[in-house]
């Protein structure tokens, strides 16, 4: 995560670039995710793809968070 002092002084437009790029590769795991979820018999491999894809889910969350905060101090 940020530094207090990186805050400060807001996110580059590389790291904007970078975090952008990793929402897009979190949406896609948890579409990925839940899909091999629904779509599978084994019931242990069906719970492990559903935790994993509210993981992801938690991680775009926390990103949108991030790009959320930033719009609103610029």
Request: proline share 1%.
């Amino acid at each position: 995560m940020l530094t207090q002092q990186q805050s400060n002084k807001g996110i580059s437009s590389k790291e904007l670039a970078y975090i952008t790029d990793s929402l897009k590769n979190e949406e896609l795991l948890v579409k990925l995710c839940a899909q091999g979820a629904a779509d599978c018999q084994n019931p242990q491999l069906k719970q492990t793809l559903s935790q994993l894809a509210q993981e992801r889910l938690n991680n775009c969350d926390q990103l949108l968070r991030v790009l959320q905060q930033q719009s609103y101090t610029h």
